[in-house]
């Protein structure tokens, strides 16, 4: 085992994503994976999709986590069984079909994680590596794409496989950094991840999600991430209350490095309605522009 991973073995994990799957943060970063994954299948060519933190890749809703915070309720609990207006039905019309399909058509009873969506969205051409270093929740990733043979699932520190696996032989692939923000220095972390991905594999796609929880954080960040030299950087923002105080996560967003076509076009369509839906207090919004243009 790599030094670094061992050492970031012996420290403390608590987080675990069964606590939040679903909810208003998935939502957005989900409908945003599946947008660029329909859009990455619409050549024959194949792609690869590298996970560094990937979570479990499927969750039960009625689990004893799931049930103790009720988080989904708040997120993809507000979304199924209704109509939506046009540009949120049609943002979110991937996302809402690999939903559909892992639950085979009926109420949602299972939530899928990033894993999920993207092999659910793959073909058989597609490849996918998984990396997740919480023993018990790698151990789980592992078994539900056991038999899966696009798929590998490594267990190592998420930062060195950033490095490790790019670029990819496909030369075609999306890179989800996706890290749990339980300990400072992820935002400098993430920063230094796609000063990396940028140099490795500069046409790839990078979607790297982050709370919202104090501004001047996230100002500091989009200010390095503007600095660094990386270009085509997407910034999509969502809060469902005024962040800031203390309590529930209030707001999360990404930045996605060479979006698809159209994509923020039709995020920033879907952002109003789907912060009406999802407004958790006052103060709910949502911002979809360009960090760094072309
Ligand atoms: C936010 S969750 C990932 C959710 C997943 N990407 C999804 O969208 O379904 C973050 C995950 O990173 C894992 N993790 C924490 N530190 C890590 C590290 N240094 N390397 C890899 N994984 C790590 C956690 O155990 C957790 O499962």
Known sequence: MPRAAASANVRAMN???AFHAGNFADVLKHAVLARILDHLRRKDAAFRVIDSHAGVGLYDLASDEALRTGEWQGGIGRLTGIDLPPPLDAFLAPYRDVLERVN??????VYPGSPMIATTMGRLQDRFVFNELHP???RQLAAQF???RRVRVTAEDGWITVRSQLPPQERRGLTIIDPPFEEAGEFDRIARALGEADKRFQTGTVLAWYPIKHRADVGAFHYAVENSGIRRVLRI???VRTPGG???LAGAGMLVVNPPWKLA???AAAMPHLT????????AGGRVDWLVGE
């Open 15 to 17: 987080y675990r994503h």
């Open 104 to 109: 085979g058509g009926r109420d949602i009873l």
């Open 136 to 138: 018990e929740d790698s």
């Open 146 to 148: 056991a038999t899966d």
């Open 237 to 239: 923002e969502q809060w």
């Open 246 to 248: 203390e309590g529930p």
């Open 265 to 267: 076009e039709e995020a």
């Open 276 to 283: 009406e839906r999802l407004a958790a207090g006052p103060g």
